[in-house]
């Protein structure tokens, strides 16, 4: 089955700590996103990147970091510098231009 | 900055009823404007997408309605049931330059039976 796979589904970490959600897709897809999901402020995107070992901030970077050293994954890092990580968040691929992009199922992060 | 605006906010309807959503942008670079559908604790699920290059779209109850000029797009679920209770969210992308794709806000939709 194709798709896009985001581990775990929930996440829980104290405070100070990094911690890294997984993304993993085996649909071909050049582009690569994450975006992050609160009530009431919609689809906020983190970083993208468009090809391998190449990635740009989104509007939201601060606070988290990427690598993109492989086609198929794109693992985002929640570093203890996010003040308020508790969140949704999402993974998305897409393919050649103006095509639909395919998101995962999500990872809820919770600082406990 | 919201690069794709969207409103309103929340809508309850009758089911039968036709719920519009509307969402606005600036960025004349956007070329492609997808519509999706989330339901509770998913990843959102692309519905129905239009170019520049058409007004109106229709795919099954939904339809999109495109005003180029107007720098707006607007989703509209005809007959509406139960079952589409869900969040719904407009985006655009400029595909031909970074590939980027903004979403707006969302809007949550009820259908009451």
């Known amino acids: 089955d194709g798709g896009i796979t985001q581990s775990p589904k929930y996440l829980f970490r104290k405070e100070g700590q990094n911690v890294t959600l997984s993304c993993e897709q085996n649909?071909?897809?050049?582009?690569m996103y994450w975006y992050r999901q609160d009530p009431g402020q919609g689809l906020r995107l983190i970083y993208y990147s468009q090809i391998v070992n190449d990635f740009q901030k989104g509007d939201i970077a601060e606070g988290y970091s990427v690598s993109r050293e492989k086609k198929e994954s794109f693992p985002l890092t929640v570093t203890s510098a996010q003040k308020n990580p508790t969140a949704f968040y999402l993974c998305?691929?897409?393919?050649?231009?103006?095509?639909?992009?395919?998101f995962g199922q999500g990872t809820r992060l919770t600082v406990v | 900055q919201q690069q794709v605006k969207q409103s309103p906010q929340s809508l309850i309807v009758q089911k039968g009823g036709i719920p519009i959503i509307n969402c606005a942008y600036e960025n004349t670079a956007f070329d492609y404007f997808p519509w999706y559908q989330q339901f509770p604790g998913k990843g959102p699920a692309l519905l129905i997408a239009?170019?520049?290059?058409?007004s109106e779209k229709k795919e099954g109850r939904f339809t999109i309605s495109f005003n180029k000029s107007a720098k707006q797009f607007s989703l509209h679920i005809m007959d509406s049931q139960p079952g589409d209770s869900a969040t719904y969210f407009c985006?655009?992308?400029?595909?031909?330059?970074?590939?980027?794709?903004?979403f707006g806000k969302g809007n949550q939709v009820v259908v009451i039976p």
């Open positions: 649909l071909n897809h050049d582009a």
């Open positions: 998305a691929s897409r393919g050649d231009m103006n095509t639909e992009a395919f």
């Open positions: 985006a655009a992308s400029d595909d031909y330059g970074n590939n980027r794709l903004a």
């Open positions: 239009i170019r520049p290059d058409v």
